[in-house]
Each structure stands twice: as structure tokens, then as C-alpha cells.
């Protein structure tokens, strides 16, 4: 471009005319900004004066994108990868069944290698006439209080993993729904004895609809297998 301008002038002054002004190219300003840092307002202010500005914007990953790279950083690894053994609802499922099948618990391997027990109802009553039934008091334990009482017998066959025997539960359901003059008797008694007293149950009434109290007594089997 110098060149060629220099010429013009050459011919210019050899013909009386002025010389052509020399033109600078025009100048081209590359600016690579963060879309997500600069708003458009922001370019324009960063812009030199006449000169003509290339802006290149790094592409966003989509929303699908963004939702996919979250979810392999924290989601689970593939349940169906897991062995049956280890995925969350083994144990419960099967606990669950045996519970319904024969109003037994069996107790896995965690006390020690090898080690399991089962604990089994081998009877129930009530003593008291009330709406709160011997079944009702049963289907409670079993749903919300065995856990307690496999944690006892699992320590127990930790020490002895041959021990097995008779548990006798006795204790009141006052009108408040609380479980009070709790005693266990037999196998582990001692540890499920200092549980019974934060059990809870359904409010006995007479069949007058009258709050009573309600007292039972329930026979379990603890047998290692």
C-alpha cells in the first residue's frame, strides 16, 4: 500500500497535481470477551473508535448439557450395576417378606463373619379388653421397633455367636400412647429393657370410647442360624 502511494505521488508531482494523501489501512481489533462476564453494552465501550471490531463469544453449553455433567458428579453409580446384595432394598424387601410369611425377623452376617439369628413371635396377649389389640401392638413392633432389637441380639452374638433362647416384652400402654413398667426377661434383656420405655403406640379406649390403659405381654425366640 506504501508502495503503490508513493508512485501515485511520483506522477502526481510530474504532472502539477497534489500529491494523493497516504491512507492508513484500516485496523482491525479482535476482542474474545466472556458472554457471560461483558453484556453487549459492555463490547460496545470496549470498541476503539473507527476501527472495525471482530467480537468472538465462546460457546455456552446447553441446559441438557450442563444437566448431564451435574448429574454424573453427584448422581448414584447404576443401580443395575450393583450386585442384588448390595442395592438399598435387599434387605428390607426380604425382611419385609419374612415378617409378613411367618412373624419372623432374620438377622444378616453384621455381628461377624458367618454370624446370623432370627427372631421369631411365639406369642402374644393382651390383658386388658380394650381397642388396642395384641395384633395392633405386634404390627407396630415389627414396623418400627424390631430394628432395636436385632441391633441387641447382633452385639449379643458378637460375644456368644451360639446364644439362643427365650425374650418375654411386658409392659402398659398408658392413655397417652407410652409404653411404661416395660420389663424383658431372657435373651438380651437387658439391652432391649433400656429401649422399651420410648416405644409408642396407639391410645387404648374402652368400648365406650373412654382413654384406658392397656397392658401385654409378647413371647419372642432368638435362634442363631
Known amino acids: 500500500m506504501i508502495r503503490w502511494t508513493a508512485i501515485l505521488a511520483i506522477a502526481a508531482c510530474n ?7 497516504a491512507v492508513a489501512p484500516p485496523v482491525v481489533v479482535v476482542v474474545a470477551i466472556d458472554a457471560a462476564l461483558a453484556p453487549d453494552a459492555a463490547l ?3 470498541s476503539p473508535p473507527d476501527a472495525a471490531v471482530a467480537v468472538t463469544r465462546p460457546r455456552r453449553p446447553t441446559l441438557e448439557q450442563e444437566a448431564a455433567a451435574m448429574a454424573d458428579q453427584l448422581g448414584p453409580p447404576d443401580r443395575d450395576a450393583l450386585p442384588s446384595g448390595r442395592r438399598p432394598e435387599a434387605d428390607l424387601g426380604q425382611q419385609i417378606s419374612e415378617v409378613r410369611g411367618s412373624g419372623s ?11 446370623s439369628g432370627r427372631i421369631s413371635v ?11 389389640t395384641a395384633d395392633a401392638v405386634l404390627t407396630k413392633l415389627q414396623a418400627t421397633y424390631m430394628a432395636g432389637l436385632r441391633r441387641c441380639y447382633k452385639a449379643a ?4 455367636p451360639t446364644l439362643r433362647g427365650k425374650l418375654v ?3 402398659t400402654v398408658t392413655e397417652a400412647g407410652r409404653a411404661v413398667d416395660a420389663k424383658a426377661t431372657g435373651v438380651t434383656g437387658a439391652c432391649i429393657g433400656e429401649l422399651m420405655p420410648s416405644w409408642r403406640f396407639p391410645r ?3 368400648k365406650d370410647g373412654e382413654a384406658t390403659t392397656a397392658r401385654f405381654e409378647l413371647d419372642l425366640s432368638l435362634t442363631p442360624e
Open 15 to 21: 504532472r502539477g497535481e497534489p500529491a494523493p494523501v
Open 44 to 46: 460496545d465501550a470496549a
Open 105 to 115: 425377623i432374620a438377622i444378616g452376617g453384621g455381628a461377624g463373619p458367618g454370624i
Open 157 to 160: 452374638l458378637a460375644t456368644d
Open 122 to 132: 411365639v406369642g402374644k396377649r393382651a390383658l386388658d379388653d380394650t381397642t388396642l
Open 169 to 171: 416384652l411386658a409392659f
Open 204 to 206: 387404648p379406649k374402652t
